[in-house]
């Protein structure tokens, strides 16, 4: 089983909590050997559900939108992303220079393509612009790949 993961970046503690509680829940229904996450390895939920699908020996691919992809997350996150694109069994690539929001939503689909589940963590909102997490949700959807929107009741981004 792939599980794609998709989710917004940047979620205020309390909420950070709750979705990384049932991120982990979710993976941890899967066998370790059944248990592939596909995720693009931004900061916040993609590589929480990374890091957990390790922890729970199960194996991560790694979608990388554009070459320069890695110097736009946050300086913080590096070791973290080189990190979990070390342990990757498979990497893919858009083959995109800039990291756009066209590059990224590339990235999803290339993800989404490779994934017979996606999980979602959406507060249910338009993306913010191009690429977002709206965008890949939808694009999962027309694609009849099943959806498992991750989110607190009550909750909002900011």
Known sequence: M???????RGLNPEVETIVKTVLRERLAAFE????????CIAD???????????????????VVPAS?????????????????IS???????TGMTDSSEQAHMAGSRILVDRA???????????????????DVVEYARSKSVPVDVVW?????RD
């Open 152 to 156: 607190p009741e009550g909750a909002s």
């Open 32 to 39: 370790a050997d059944e248990l592939v996450l596909v995720s």
């Open 116 to 134: 017979d589940a996606l999980l979602a963590v959406w507060d249910g909102l338009p993306a913010r612009g191009y690429g977002g997490t709206a």
């Open 68 to 84: 320069e992809y890695r110097d736009a997350l946050p300086q913080d996150h590096h070791p973290t992303y080189d990190r979990l």
């Open 87 to 93: 342990a990757a069994s498979e990497l893919y690539s």
């Open 44 to 62: 916040g939920p993609d590589t929480w559900a990374a890091e957990f699908a390790l922890e729970l020996s199960g194996r991560i691919e790694v």
């Open 2 to 8: 792939r599980l794609g993961i998709t989710g917004h």
